[in-house]
């Protein structure tokens, strides 16, 4: 007879931009009119949509983000508040793990901010920091390309999918597919990760 495997809750690192927050969303929005977004920044084919653009307006999209309260007003992922109520039900550990805009003086207290008021769950459960290797964790969820430390880190990467982080090898999940599916992916990013050591 199989015996069901024990569940063993994990503490699971959540990225904000991008997993809770739709950053680049609110920046078409805000700047509509005066940036013509190409097709494919609006496509999120790139990790940050300004790849598409030319010098000018780069500056221009740069300059909105260090210099307002941008991090404020970013609408949340769909999905969100109920996937992330899934997993704190399911019993997981969660934290929000996000690197601030050091060039934004606001970025960080809006980054605090808007985690109070969209996520409460997890007011003080939130790190702030420029390299997520540092933060201990079983599973990070990202939509980065390529996390920051994601090669010596404690964490397993999982990635949140969007066409720009799309990559051979990559355990995927999204909003919507519910705390097994989590729980499916971190076990498959384990043994991805045990197969690249033993293959090292």
């Not at 355990?171 to 519910?178: A, I, K, T």
């Amino acid at each position: 007879m199989i015996l069901k495997e024990e569940f063993e809750p994990m503490r699971v690192l959540l990225d904000m931009d991008g997993v809770l927050a739709d950053f680049d969303a609110q920046l078409f929005e805000e700047l509509e009119g005066t940036i013509v977004w190409p097709a494919e920044a609006l496509r999120r084919e790139a990790r940050f949509c300004t790849d598409f653009l030319p010098r000018r307006e780069r500056l221009i999209v740069r300059e909105h983000i260090e210099t307002t309260a941008f991090f404020s007003r970013l609408p949340v992922v769909e999905g969100a508040v109920e996937g992330v109520r899934d997993l704190y039900e399911a019993g997981h550990d969660l934290w929000v793990c996000s690197k601030p805009l050091e060039a934004n003086p606001w970025c960080a207290s809006d980054k605090m901010g808007w985690i109070e008021e969209h996520f409460p769950d997890l007011v003080g459960k939130v790190i702030l920091s420029p390299n997520k290797s540092m933060i201990k964790g079983d599973v990070l969820l990202d939509d980065a390309h390529k996390p920051s430390g994601f090669g010596v880190a404690d964490w397993v990467p999982v990635w949140y999918p969007y066409p720009h982080n799309r990559a051979e090898g990559r355990v995927y999940f999204r909003w919507g597919d519910g705390a097994a599916a989590f729980d499916e992916a971190q076990r498959s990013a384990e043994w991805m990760r045990a197969k690249e050591l033993t293959s090292a």
